[in-house]
């Protein structure tokens, strides 16, 4: 197993290199921060479209590798056609996740886990706190996709920003729409749709729509 694991980071390199030196500035690229396997597909890189806000070391963040066995990965992707992410800390974005930038700002804190099949839009704005765990197959979104109106005149607002905080866990299969927000150490639960404000700090969370089932909780990873 851990032979196939460093065949897997040996034959990563040329595209983790690649990944670097095209998105960072060369004095943070160097250190190779960003370590992106081999069969992550990527569109759309350009400079400056990634930033790191901490100190810079080798492997800090890596994407495309390891998540639950039993959960089958789709292809990772990384789409980073207008907007920027910024990681604050360690970020561990495991396999078949996609992160696309289609014109806002994706920021992730420290110690940020996103296990398989997760899927990121950002249009507006999207902050995480630190210490935040998605689930397999979670879908954070902020945009309503296409226009929408009532009677041909009132237009749907498009994009809000999400904001999740500090030690969150977002439960697989869960969909976070534009609007949500939820609170430092709140539980959101398996499959449940977000989209308002949950502004009180440890709650559990679930529904469709979701809505506080619980106070006081607390969760470890």
């Not at 790191?52 to 890596?62: C, N, P």
């Given at each position: 197993m851990q032979v196939r694991h460093l065949l897997t980071y040996l034959i990563s390199l040329p595209k983790t290199i690649f990944f670097n030196f095209r998105c960072l500035p060369i004095n943070q690229a160097i250190h190779l921060p960003i370590f992106v396997a081999y069969n992550v597909k990527l569109l759309n890189l350009k400079k400056n479209v990634v930033?790191?806000?901490?100190?810079?070391?080798?492997?800090?963040?890596?994407i495309g590798f390891s998540g639950t066995e039993i959960i089958s990965p789709n292809r990772s992707l990384i789409d980073l056609k207008q907007g920027k992410v910024i990681f604050k800390g360690k970020s561990v974005i495991t396999k078949g996740c996609t992160i696309s930038v289609t014109g806002g700002t994706i920021i992730?804190?420290?110690?940020?886990?996103?296990?398989?099949?997760?899927?990121?839009?950002?249009?507006?704005?999207?902050?995480?706190?630190?210490?935040?765990?998605?689930?397999?197959?979670?879908?954070?979104?902020?945009?309503?996709?296409?226009t929408l109106s009532y009677d041909g005149k009132k237009k749907i607002k498009m994009t809000e920003e999400i904001v999740i905080g500090n030690h969150v866990w977002i439960c697989a299969e869960a969909h976070l729409l534009k609007g949500s927000k939820i609170a430092d150490g709140s539980v959101v639960a398996y499959s449940s749709l977000v989209t308002g404000y949950f502004v009180e700090k440890n709650c559990l969370i679930g529904g469709i729509p979701a809505k506080t089932l619980r106070k006081g909780v607390s969760w470890e990873k």
């Open positions: 930033s790191i806000e901490t100190v810079v070391k080798f492997g800090l963040v890596r992730l804190g420290n110690n940020f886990y996103a296990n398989r099949n997760c899927f990121i839009s950002c249009t507006d704005r999207l902050v995480v706190g630190n210490n935040v765990l998605l689930g397999w197959n979670v879908i954070l979104f902020d945009s309503a996709g296409h």
